[in-house]
């Protein structure tokens, strides 16, 4: 049985990952052609054709299916942190193909199936890890799955002025902001914790880096200090207990002071996008500096060092689209055409011309999520750089 748990995900993708016969480094790719433009939104629109197909639902919630084939026992729906990119993939379609925009009109709809408006631990709203009644019991919240949508209201806003993403970014932040630690008498005291469940006392990069991100994303655009104020809480704690001496990142900390060094590709992205952001509204370029720094360790880890191919496809779509922030800033086409060689290889060797769909996983099957990156990665080769500024 595949797994279904919107956490034990992970453990399978990497899992299954090294099962892959992809095992040479991304920069070793001669003779590579990159698709123009027009032939990378083709792909990201026949990706979506066959997420919609296998993992839509048909009785009007709009709600995907977590996996393809479906099992018995399966839920009916599947969890916030995948439909989160499902939701996002079609957003990134929007600025790809402007036909877009009633696929995204029904992924938002049916992204507030999740939204809990009478509060989760801390008495504020925000979207449960399952859909609310009449949909489903609802879930327990985490604070990284609520960042990727206030980081994806945040970009709809940047490219249409939709006030309403705004207002919603805004309320996921300040849900944010009630999952800081304020327990001294712990390890390594502060951080957002990664969920409100009572199972988990983590503190992670991904509850603490996107939570930055979210908060100077919202100081530019609204001007207001106390978001930046607390995205640097967010950014000094996570440099101060998860940056690794090579720059990169591990993967959290618990309450006794014990580190997860995993290194995960999304958790060296979402810093590297932080820095640039904080670069771009104090104007010191000491933020670009170490922008640059873990842009560098990223590459030598994941691409040189052929690692990329065992990270899963979901954490290297949101690694990407942060080096292209980056690069929207310094110039160059080194990460951006990683990321070109990275989605050929992944079109080439993962996906089932039949279906459509990108097989990663042991026994053969799909899960929503990884389709919705390799729906992510085309769209946004596929923009023209003057939108990369709009990412995370």
């Keep these: ?23 040479a480094p991304a920069s070793a790719a001669p003779g590579h052609h990159e698709p123009g433009r027009s032939a990378q939104t083709a792909r990201a629109l026949a990706a979506y054709s066959a997420l919609d197909r296998y993992f839509g639902t048909a009785d009007g919630s709009g709600l995907y299916r ?73 879930g327990d919240m985490f604070y990284d799955d609520n960042e990727w949508v206030g980081l994806a209201k945040i970009q709809r806003y940047l490219q249409t002025g939709d006030a309403a993403a705004l207002k919603r970014a805004k309320e996921i932040f300040t849900l944010v902001e009630s ?26 990069t991904v509850s603490n880096m996107p939570g930055a991100q979210l908060g100077i994303r919202l100081y530019q655009i609204t001007g207001k200090r106390h978001y930046l104020d607390s995205a640097l809480r967010f950014y000094h704690w996570t440099n101060t ?17 014990t580190l997860e060094k995993t290194i995960w590709s999304y958790n060296q992205g979402v810093p590297v996008g932080v820095n640039v952001l904080l670069y771009q509204v104090t104007h010191d370029r000491t933020y670009l500096r170490r922008a640059q720094r873990i842009a560098d360790a990223a590459y030598t880890y994941y691409v040189t060092q052929g690692r990329l191919h065992r990270q899963p496809i979901f954490f ?13 800033v310094t110039g160059g086409r ?18 089932d011309p039949a279906t459509g769909l990108v097989h990663f996983n042991a026994d053969g099957g799909t899960e929503a999520i990884q389709q919705a990156a390799l729906v992510q990665i085309y769209a946004v080769l596929a923009w023209p750089p003057a939108r990369w500024p709009t990412l995370y």
């Design 66 to 138: 977590e996996q393809y084939p479906v099992e018995a026992g399966d839920n009916p729906y599947s969890y916030e942190w995948p439909y989160s990119q499902v939701h996002i993939a079609a957003l990134d379609l929007t600025v790809a193909n402007p036909r877009g925009e009633r696929a995204y009109a029904a992924r938002a709809k049916a992204q507030e199936r999740y939204w809990n408006a009478t509060g989760g631990t801390t008495g504020l709203p925000g979207y449960d890890s399952y859909p609310v009644a009449p949909y489903g019991a609802g």
């Design 241 to 257: 207990y998860l940056q690794s001496p090579s720059g990169l990142y591990w993967d959290h900390l618990d309450l006794d002071g």
């Design 179 to 204: 999952g800081w630690d304020t327990d001294t008498s712990h390890a390594a005291p502060g951080g957002v914790f990664w969920t409100q469940a009572t199972w988990s006392n983590d503190r992670n």
């Design 316 to 328: 290297n779509s949101i690694y990407f689209k942060n080096l292209l922030l980056l690069e929207s």
């Design 1 to 23: 049985m595949r797994l279904r748990s919107h956490r034990l995900v992970f453990a399978g993708a990497v899992l299954s990952a090294t099962l892959m016969v992809l095992t």
């Design 334 to 351: 080194k990460n951006r055409q990683a990321m070109a060689r990275y989605a050929d290889q992944v079109w080439a060797t993962n996906r």
